[in-house]
């Protein structure tokens, strides 16, 4: 039982890096503002503006679903692949037609959700690592797609691609839908049972099972829904195609949401972050693409430069950390020390199941 | 336990069996199996195989272009010409043309690249267009969609020149380009629209892939093997050169032994048709793009057996192989020169002059007798550059292509 | 017999049960010259492999190696542009090259504590763009015959086989030396640290040492396949893409576990050439090349869990760990 106190008393810890992130995107808006200015441009033109924002809008849903996984541990290889088979069902079952919308819609995220739900069990059931599991689902769907698929196929109608076309002022509405769904899933994350567990399970399985914890439920809901986000990535792809491309899987979008979900300052190793610092972390990427493009620069030296950016900023944040739980110091390792420090957190400890005293005692 | 430990074992195993079995499975009946005993039965892909197009295309190889017959990339065969006269404006020496290209992501798109740029400082020293910006977006359709977005919503692009990603998924971003009111260029791969002034490019890739089969079925026996390397599925200029080698295979006497894809890494190629040597003789290779062609070429060596008949391509590296061993060989070209022509047009666009709709470009393969007199002209250039290039009269010849 | 426990036990069948089949559809594969051309290919993913095992038993993981193997053969083509004379040096300094991004490999993840994947999948970025940046976008210069010696040639007139193949020698020699060096003090220490770094600690092992040494080993074992691939099929602009996850599979699929603290250099040599026959056997079967990422991922899922069921995997959460919490430690050691 004490147990779930420290994690509970974790919480805070687990958010504190969050305003971190929020001042690293400040720093970056900012000297990005300056550096394109010093060029004789303007970052925060309308169309420039317009720009971050449907930049940020795929890689948004990408490591919203990224950072669950994450959260719990976890890892999904499989998102471009996903994204990739979505926007080929989305745009065979629209057919063109309006009134097939729905039907597009919930065929493609069932479809994702099915295959969330194999990695899941996979994960949990099999006992196969992340890595290897979601690396063979994206083998498995993109032999899949090279066989089946011999091109673009289907069609979005009209009405469906203003998902991805269309927006309010400077705001797309894919970018206003990827906002909605981060505030839905951040709620998710701090009012729901399944939610604290996935947290729980991510900083200790093994405390996590004996406080009564299924590890099994929150790793597979998490998969459930990176999946069904990568559904919606790939929604959102064909509605900017008008068709449906296999080939966006050579996009590298998995690592680019990893990247983004640790930019974001959730912990790799699980158990604590949070979607709010991820949507900061694809802002910053979103606003390094944009300058880079404002600036012309030659598409070799933007790896470079996002390179050497996502170490650094990593590296700072490892550092923030560091200092707060200096008492590890002397225990280098691979992953930034979590800490230990924070006062306890008011918002939203659960309370445990009523079953969880009965199952813990029988472990 | 137990239970699901057999299961598992039983699931690998059954795994290898099923693929095992494949080689007994049937035909394909999209003919996407690389089956070898049905190589003669050959039929195109429908979804990429169009018939009237792939004879337009072989006709189109025959018909004399017009223009300068010295300057290949100005040469347009049976062009339809369009007034852009509503297009013109005061002062082109200030225009500003925005370039969305899809990647340098290969040997071929960065040779052409460089051209296009030394093209550009001749237009520029010309007073013909002011400036000249570019954005990449590194393969990714998406990415492409929003540097076109962003380059319509600035409203600084006097013209804008596209070169897609992929034709069918950029067709609304090029169909906002042109509603936004500046003239839009598009060459390389076209888009599902005829929105844009005019859309550049070589005769094709049917006429790519036939001069590469054609010269495979003049050149061997009856009942010899070929084996086809390709670089992936699904992209349009790659698949059509396949249909149309396919469609000419179907009614040869030659044996196809299947095709492979191998994302045009030189060890793959190398691996894969060593594999092929082990089982068999392999008389001639047909490739959808050359720039493996010495490590497909170096398995023969390796395996000590005489050198197939090759199709390559216009790659440097694939043309010194086949001069050093004498290769019976043949190089079709998907011109690289066309990287000069979409600004050259920008700039006639913004002067009110008059351009090809459809802006068809010659697109002829090096034989043989051309061989010695492309190797000289690109004497100085490195490996994986293209012999058609077509920048030698350009600003920064030779530097710019040799030193990259 | 304590070898064919564990993971390697899996791998070994799989292996076995692979060359039955090849054996089956092309029964010429196992004379000489076939199989010495099966391990020229196989080479550079077994030294590959050997670099990754140092790295994920220590815990940790290395993304950077299918880049670092495409810069190295680029800057190797580059560099000697066909000369002779320069081949030797420009080795030494491809080795340098390599100690260099396996030292900032290490030093970044354990010094500065960024994760290893995101230092690694940083430096997978910079050294792609920066050595395309530096040829303006594809490869330039080409290998000198002295260079491609290695990868594509060997002693001619051996009896059976026809010509050994110095790739296999070399991928030979380095794993007897990475399996001696896994015994030595260097290895227990690695292996310790991979285990539980926090107790290797307070054993007196300075793990940060340990584990930028088995990143500077991945980067050189990365730079010995560029010698080894740029030999066998020279120079291409995709040269060394998506090596990194077919040697991080290879790894796995020995039974190493990611995470570290288990496995064997022998498991992830099986598993590479495990990888290897598999590309070979879809090829000997006519498998369509476009289905063959299904059966490949089929596979290696259902080989992984099999053997997790076996008992080497017990406890696959364990894979990212959390360096420093003492009663998850001891429930793992009770366990074991």
Partial sequence: MTRVVSASRNLRARTGTTGLVYVALVIVLVVSALFVAFQGGSLFTAANTVDLFTRSSLLGFLAIGQTLVILCRSLDLSVGYVAALSTMVAAITMAGDPSRIVLGVGVTLGLAALIGLVNGLVITKLRVNPFITTLGMGLIIKGYLDTRFQGPAGSIPAEFQMFGLSRVGVLPVSTLVMLALAVAVILFLRRSRTGFHMYAVGGDAEVARLSGIRPELPVITAHVLCSMTAGAAGLLLASRFGTGNSLVYNNGYELEAIAAVVLGGTYLLGGRGGVAGTVAGVFILATLDTVFNTLSVDPFVKDVLRGAIVIATVAIYARGQHTRAAVRLRFPSGGAPPSATGPPDPPTPPPPEPETAAQGGTR | MRASRVLLAGAAGLTLILSACTTDAPEDPDGASADGENGGELTPDAEWFDQAEFDAQLAQRDIEPEGPADEPWMQAIEPEWVDTADFAIDDPEDAHVCFSNASVSNPWRVTGFITMEQQVEALVDEGRIGSFDSSDAADDDNQQISDIQAFVDSGNCDAIIISPSTTATLTPAVETACESGVPVVVFDRGVNSDCMVTFIHPIGGYAYGADAADFLVENLDPGSTVLALRILPGVDVLEHRWAAAQEIFGDSELDVLGFEFTEGDGAQIKDLVSQHLQRGEVNGIWMDAGDGAVAGLEAFEDAGQPYPVIAGEDELSFMRKWDEEGLTAIGPVYSNFQWRTPVIAAGMILAGEEVPAEWILPQEPVREDDLDEYLDRNSDMPSLHYAKFGGEDLPGFPEAWVDR | ?336
């Fill in chain 3, 1 to 336: 017999m304590s070898a064919l426990r564990g993971g390697t036990g899996t791998v070994t069948v799989l292996l076995v049960l692979i060359f039955v089949v090849i054996a089956t559809q092309n029964p010429s594969f196992f004379e000489g010259p076939p199989l010495m051309a099966f391990a020229k290919k196989a080479a550079p993913l077994v030294v590959l492999a050997i670099g990754q095992y140092l790295v994920i038993v220590s815990g940790e993981f290395d993304l950077s190696v299918g880049s670092l193997v495409g810069a190295q053969v680029v800057i190797a083509a580059r560099l000697i542009d066909g000369d002779q004379a320069m081949t030797y040096p420009v080795i030494g300094l491809m080795l340098l090259f390599g100690l260099l991004v396996g030292l900032v490999n290490g030093l970044v993840t354990t010094l500065l504590k960024v994760p290893s994947i995101i230092t690694t999948l940083g430096t997978m970025l910079i050294l792609f763009g920066a050595v395309r940046y530096w040829t303006g976008g594809a490869p330039t210069g080409a290998l000198s015959e002295d260079f491609r010696v290695f990868g594509r040639h060997g002693p001619d007139g051996v009896p059976v086989i026809g010509q050994l193949p110095w790739a296999l020698v070399i991928a030979v020699v380095l794993t007897v030396g990475a399996i001696l060096l896994m015994r030595s003090p260097y290895g227990r220490s690695l292996m310790a640290t991979g285990d539980n770094d926090t107790a290797a600690a307070f054993s007196g092992v300075r793990v940060w040492r340990v584990r930028t040494l088995a990143f500077v080993g991945s980067s050189l074992m990365a730079t010995v396949a560029a010698i080894l691939i740029g030999g066998f099929a020279g120079v291409t602009a995709q040269v060394g893409e998506g090596l990194e996850f077919t040697a991080i599979t290879a790894v796995v699929l020995g039974g190493v576990v990611l995470g570290g603290g288990r496995g064997t250099v022998v498991a992830a040599v099986l598993g590479a050439l495990t990888v290897e026959a598999l590309f070979t056997l879809f090829n000997q079967l006519y498998l369509p090349s476009t289905i063959q990422p299904t059966a490949q991922g089929l596979i290696i899922i259902a080989a992984v869990a099999y053997a997790s069921r076996r008992g080497d995997l017990r406890l696959p959460e364990r894979l990212r760990r959390r360096p420093d919490h003492p009663n998850e430690r001891q429930l793992d050691s009770s366990r074991r």
